[in-house]
Every structure is written in structure tokens, then in C-alpha cells.
């Protein structure tokens, strides 16, 4: 257990650039949004001034409209596509265009409240406050224009699990026409049989360059974009990180972010139980530009877990996890192994990530599946021991994906373990 928990400190100190960590050498040479909201949550367990520094250097890149980039390209590095002059968003230290998972409210409320030095923590949370607050804004305000409590993603790379079957029907209408001729980079330093396919990279292309024409005016992005998807977990990553920041506002005497955080949270989880599928019998994607829901077993249903859905529908969930256990050894795949579309090794078509299996055990264990959400802890640690630190897992044989000595898996290790 030491063992483990002393090997997951050494991946984060050499994915560590001083103020932020990359995810892994090689595939991911910068910082990634979602990336470091999870692994401050590592650093945390040791030092505490390191965990505060990697989320401040986050929104130290904030975009002035609130917007919370998925990408901060600090030092340049031609070992990665798209780099900045894809995206083209002119800015002094250059970032993405697009966002990702805001789990920053549920990571900072949780290092400030395990936190061993609260002078420092009050300090910088208190900084921190309105600035994830503008954020969580921004989202209600840019991909919820009609006010349903839910928002939209405009490209699935802002959900985090890039090639999901559940945007294959929607991704379908979004063009290649006009995309320029590009060589992608992450398939020379990861197995291309665990990446997305070249036709997905064309169209996440497209709708950069898209948006891009658009000049990145995110008042306009959510009408314009053919792919508006609302995916459960990202929503509930979002009403969770909304009900942490107010719960925190609350501590520290900012009663108004409090009273805008807790109106959000309540609102979003009300509009969650528009996404339940009785047939299914776990949450799925909505598809705003079709007006349809998506019939897509995968794990962004079961991730709804993490905010507080009634309590009935988290048992459901768990039951719904111990079905994909007669097909899988590890839980839980991103996918459901019995579906057509399942593969196993390709990304987030069937692979599991220890960041999901996190979520989806914190929020079980709120809502008292206290059982399954060990047994989702288990797995995660039996597949480091069987398989190192991974990017990802095939669910069925262990065999570690993606990029290796990987950061967020490492601290999610850590978390585990303490
Ligand atoms: C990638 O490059 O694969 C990332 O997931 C996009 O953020």
C-alpha cells in the first residue's frame, strides 16, 4: 500500500513542470483543465501549497467572458496536435478555444476541507471563490441559453471522454468539407488501436476551425455548433462542483455565491431526471440539435452518480454497474461490453479510467451504495497492481492504454489509498 501510494508520488513529481503538471510525457505536453483539478487532489495528501498552486495556475489563464480553457499551452512543444495556431485564439500565453469537466468547485471544497493548514487554504480558496463561480456562470449563461437548467458540450472533447459511442450518431452531421490537411501526433506516441479514428479527428477539426471563424465569440458558439450534446455526467460534474462551491461560499461568509451556487445545483438536478432511461435503466445523452435522446449505454449515465440524484435512481445506477460485472472483470468500462459498439481497448469506447470510477464511488458512497462503491475502489486498485499506472484499461483483460506514468491515475491512487 505504501508501496503504491510512494510510486504514485513519483509519477506526479515527474509529470511536475513546478506550477502545473502535464498528464504524461509525450502525448500531453501542457496542462489540461479537468487533468489538474483531479491530480491537485494527489498533491493535497503532501503538499498542500502544490495542490493550491496547480488549480490558481489553471484560472490564472481564465478567459476574461469567464470561460475556463481545456488547454494552457505554457511552452510550446510540436509533439502534440492541435497546437495553438490550430486554435487560433490569440492569446499572450495561448490556450484552447473550448472547455472541459469544471470539477474544480468538488476538488477545491475537498482539499479545503481536509486541509491541515487552514490559514493557507481560507486564503487561497477564498481567492479562488468568485473565479470558479464566474465559470460555473459562464456555463448557465453560454450552453443553457433557454434556461433548462442543463447545459450543452460543442465538441466532445469538452466531455473529456473524446470518442464516446454516444456522440457517433450527432458527431455523423458534423462535415469534414474544408478541414486542412493535417498529420495527427498522439498516434506516434500511444497505440493508434487505443485513439480516436482519423474520420473522428477530421470532424473534431472541423468544428474547431468552426468556431475559429467564429472568433471564439462564446455568445454565438451554441447556436452555431451542429454537435450540442447534453451528457449527464458532465452535468453532474457540474451541479456537483456547483453544491461544493456553495457549500464552501457558506464557510467563508460569501452568502451570494452561496445562495447562485445552491439555485443552480438545485435547478440542474431537477432537470437530471430528463435524461433517465427506463429501458436502459441508467441516465444517457440528450442530443439539443436533434431534439432526441440518445439510446447509448456508456458510462456518462452512470457518472450522473456524483451529484446528488434522488436516492433511488443512485441504487438504480449501482445496480445497473453490477449487470456490467457479468461481463467485464473490472469496473467500470465506459462502456457497456454487451453492446455492438463495445471495444475494449479504444479509449472511451470500453475502457476503464480510475478519474470515472472515482467519481461515480464518491457520489455512490454520498447516497449510501457503500458496497458498490468498494468494489469500484477495489477494481481500481487491482488494476494498478496488475497493470501500472495507465492512462486507461481494457475492462476485461487489464491490459494498460493510452499514455503511461500517468498523472491523474496516479493521484486518484493516492486518494484511494489515503
Ligand atoms: C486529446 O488530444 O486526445 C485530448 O483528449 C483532447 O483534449
Redesign the pocket.
Known amino acids: 500500500r505504501q508501496d503504491l501510494i510512494d510510486q504514485a508520488r513519483a509519477v506526479l513529481a515527474r509529470n511536475d513542470r513546478g506550477h502545473y503538471t502535464v498528464p504524461t510525457h509525450g502525448?500531453?505536453p501542457f496542462q489540461?483543465n479537468w487533468d489538474s483539478a483531479l491530480s491537485a487532489l494527489g498533491f493535497a495528501h503532501y503538499d498542500e501549497a502544490r495542490a493550491w498552486t496547480e488549480i490558481e495556475t489553471l484560472f490564472d489563464h481564465q478567459w476574461e467572458d469567464g470561460k475556463v480553457p481545456?488547454?494552457i499551452f505554457h511552452e510550446m512543444d510540436d509533439g502534440?496536435?492541435?497546437g495553438p495556431d490550430v486554435w487560433g485564439t490569440a492569446r499572450r500565453i495561448p490556450t484552447?478555444g473550448i472547455t472541459?469537466p469544471p470539477v474544480t468547485g468538488f476538488a477545491v471544497r475537498r482539499i479545503f476541507d481536509r486541509a491541515r493548514d487552514k490559514a493557507m487554504a481560507e486564503r487561497r480558496a477564498r481567492a479562488l471563490l468568485p473565479r470558479i463561480h464566474a465559470w460555473h456562470k459562464w456555463f448557465y449563461r453560454n450552453r443553457d441559453p433557454q434556461g433548462t437548467g442543463l447545459v450543452a458540450i460543442i465538441h466532445p472533447?469538452e466531455s473529456?471522454r473524446?470518442n464516446s459511442v454516444d456522440w457517433d450518431e450527432a458527431f455523423a452531421r458534423v462535415p469534414t468539407e474544408g478541414v486542412a490537411p493535417f498529420q495527427r501526433r498522439?498516434t506516434s506516441h500511444a497505440n493508434p488501436a487505443h485513439?480516436?479514428t482519423d474520420e473522428q479527428y477530421k470532424r473534431?477539426i472541423w468544428l474547431v476551425q468552426h468556431f475559429r471563424s467564429l472568433g471564439w465569440d462564446n455568445t454565438r458558439l451554441h447556436d452555431a455548433s451542429p454537435f450540442r450534446m447534453v451528457d449527464p455526467g458532465f452535468n453532474a460534474i457540474l451541479i456537483r462542483s456547483c453544491s461544493d462551491l456553495a457549500d464552501l461560499a457558506q464557510q467563508l461568509g460569501e452568502t451570494e455565491i452561496a445562495a447562485d451556487s445552491r439555485a443552480f445545483a438545485e435547478r440542474g438536478i431537477a432537470a437530471m431526471d430528463s435524461l433517465w432511461h427506463d429501458g436502459l435503466g441508467q441516465y444517457v445523452c440528450f442530443d439539443r440539435a436533434a431534439g432526441k435522446q440518445i439510446d447509448s449505454p456508456s458510462i456518462g449515465g452512470l457518472l450522473a452518480a456524483f451529484c446528488a440524484i434522488p436516492h433511488a435512481r443512485a441504487q438504480a445506477v449501482a445496480a445497473r454497474i453490477a449487470t456490467l460485472a457479468e461481463s467485464a472483470r473490472f469496473m467500470v468500462p465506459s462502456h457497456d461490453p454487451t453492446a455492438p459498439e463495445y471495444d475494449g481497448l479504444r479509449?472511451w469506447r470500453g475502457p476503464v479510467w480510475l478519474i470515472v470510477n472515482y467519481m461515480i464511488s464518491d457520489g455512490l458512497k454520498e447516497a449510501g451504495q457503500a458496497g458498490m462503491a468498494q468494489r469500484i475502489d477495489t477494481d481500481s486498485i487491482r488494476l494498478i497492481e496488475e497493470s501500472g499506472f495507465a492512462e486507461y484499461y481494457d475492462p476485461i483483460t487489464a491490459e494498460p492504454c493510452g499514455g503511461g506514468s500517468f498523472t491523474w491515475t496516479a493521484a486518484m491512487v493516492i486518494e484511494i489509498l489515503n
Do not use: A, K, M, V
Open positions: 502525448l500531453y489540461w481545456h488547454i502534440y496536435f492541435p484552447s472541459q472533447w473529456g473524446d498522439d485513439r480516436p473534431y479509449y
